[in-house]
């Protein structure tokens, strides 16, 4: 390629107007080592692209790099569906353990007739039944009795001590 | 190594090339595009719905360089390097000692801003077309057309600078 055709690729790159083609074809030209010496101030500009079009990765160490580090501990990424399988087993797991659940429960309260399984005592014996009653009541006064000794003595013992407060203050 | 590995695996050089263009510096480079690999591993089901793989990677290595190289700054601000700025524009003291054209179009490239210099590596060195480079750093082609010529404009304004005085 003469000067005249080099000067007009070259303005037409600088307005980036040219295909890729064409600069490369600017590339080969100052790279041949016959560069126009009029033009010898754009050589470093190719001669720079051509030289970082060469840079490149330790082949090796990159590769065996990437190697250790995906198959570490063997751990392998889930695909989409093993993920949708996981969570479809998860939900199923859910869903039958709560019926499970729910079926025993009726069973329950089926076998009980009440929400609440209570002993029941049948006495058919008037006398036996007045003395079961009386002790089921004298069980419950005993209760509320102490109840309302504690509850007295926490009064007197109250007492006590308001009545200490007063005469210090005296 | 599996089938998807491999798959990607072409791409690593320009990757690393374009991660050196953000971050400057070869071991973070490299430390970008292995973790780009290990991400796009662990999402590799996705893939199938993503019509540009190579589009996809470089905007993932761009995202990670511009989070490595401001991590680095945060970091050098904490250490009071003021000095430290985006890219590595070169200073007049270095521009003098510099005589070798190579390393002066590399102080120029890497002076232009972060955009243009992105632009600069897809084009120039990747070779890409600019309906590429605009689905790979997600602009429109107008932008890419507007930066290349800027990043061309600036780089031949310094160059013919350069030859003038004899550097």
Same mark, same amino acid.
């Given at each position: 390629?003469?000067?005249?055709?080099?000067? %007009?690729?070259?303005?037409?790159?600088?307005?980036?107007?040219?295909?890729? *083609?064409?600069?490369?074809? %600017?590339?080969?030209?100052?790279?041949?080592?016959?560069?126009?010496?009029? %033009?010898?101030?754009?050589?470093?500009?190719?001669?720079?692209? *051509?030289?970082?079009? *060469?840079?490149?990765?330790?082949?090796?160490?990159?590769?065996?790099?990437?190697?250790?580090? !995906?198959?570490?501990?063997?751990?392998?990424?889930?695909?989409?569906?093993?993920?949708?399988?996981?969570?479809? @087993?998860?939900?199923?797991?859910?869903?039958?353990? @709560?019926?499970?659940?729910?079926?025993?429960? !009726?069973?329950?309260?089926?076998?009980?007739?009440?929400?609440?399984?209570?002993?029941?005592?049948?006495?058919?014996?008037?006398?036996?039944?007045?003395?079961?009653?009386?002790?089921?009541?004298?069980?419950?006064?005993?209760?509320?009795?102490?109840? @309302?000794?504690?509850?007295?003595?926490?009064?007197?013992?109250?007492?006590?001590?308001?009545?200490?407060?007063?005469?210090?203050?005296? | 190594?599996?089938?998807?590995?491999?798959?990607?695996?072409?791409?690593?050089? =320009?990757?690393?090339?374009?991660?050196?263009?953000?971050?400057?510096?070869?071991?973070?480079?490299?430390?970008?595009?292995?973790?780009?690999?290990?991400?796009?591993?662990?999402?590799?089901?996705?893939?199938?719905?993503?019509?540009?793989?190579?589009?996809?990677?470089?905007?993932?290595?761009?995202?990670? =360089?511009?989070?490595?190289?401001?991590?680095?700054?945060?970091?050098?601000?904490?250490?009071?390097?003021?000095?430290?700025?985006?890219?590595?524009?070169?200073?007049?003291? +270095?521009?003098?000692?510099?005589?070798?054209?190579?390393?002066?179009?590399?102080?120029?490239?890497?002076?232009?801003?972060?955009?243009?210099?992105?632009?600069?590596?897809?084009?120039?060195?990747?070779?890409?077309?600019?309906?590429?480079?605009?689905?790979?750093?997600?602009?429109?082609?107008?932008?890419?057309?507007?930066?290349?010529?800027?990043?061309?404009?600036?780089? +031949?304004?310094?160059?013919?600078?350069?030859?003038?005085?004899?550097?």
């Amino acid at each position: 390629m003469d000067y005249n055709d080099i000067i %007009l690729l070259l303005n037409k790159y600088w307005d980036g107007e040219t295909s890729l *083609q064409e600069e490369k074809i %600017l590339k080969d030209y100052f790279n041949s080592g016959k560069t126009d010496p009029r %033009l010898s101030a754009y050589a470093p500009m190719f001669q720079y692209i *051509q030289k970082e079009q *060469q840079v490149s990765l330790d082949n090796d160490d990159f590769s065996s790099e990437i190697t250790n580090k !995906t198959t570490r501990d063997n751990v392998k990424p889930l695909k989409r569906n093993q993920i949708w399988m996981r969570m479809a @087993a998860a939900i199923l797991f859910l869903v039958v353990g @709560a019926w499970i659940y729910c079926s025993l429960q !009726t069973d329950n309260l089926n076998n009980t007739g009440s929400k609440y399984a209570v002993k029941v005592y049948e006495v058919e014996d008037p006398e036996e039944a007045k003395i079961i009653v009386k002790e089921a009541l004298m069980m419950v006064s005993g209760k509320m009795n102490q109840g @309302a000794k504690k509850a007295s003595d926490g009064i007197n013992n109250f007492n006590k001590i308001k009545n200490i407060i007063s005469r210090k203050g005296k | 190594m599996n089938d998807f590995l491999y798959h990607i695996h072409q791409f690593k050089d =320009s990757l690393y090339r374009f991660s050196l263009r953000i971050v400057g510096r070869t071991d973070e480079a490299e430390d970008v595009v292995q973790e780009v690999f290990i991400k796009a591993w662990e999402k590799q089901e996705d893939y199938s719905s993503i019509q540009n793989t190579e589009a996809f990677l470089v905007r993932m290595t761009k995202n990670l =360089s511009i989070d490595k190289l401001r991590s680095k700054h945060r970091r050098a601000e904490q250490l009071g390097d003021e000095v430290m700025k985006l890219g590595t524009t070169a200073t007049p003291e +270095k521009n003098a000692e510099v005589t070798d054209t190579i390393e002066r179009m590399e102080d120029i490239v890497a002076g232009l801003p972060e955009k243009q210099k992105m632009v600069f590596q897809l084009r120039e060195i990747e070779g890409k077309s600019y309906q590429e480079i605009a689905d790979c750093l997600d602009i429109s082609m107008d932008q890419v057309k507007v930066n290349v010529f800027r990043a061309r404009k600036t780089i +031949k304004e310094k160059l013919l600078k350069a030859d003038a005085y004899g550097l």
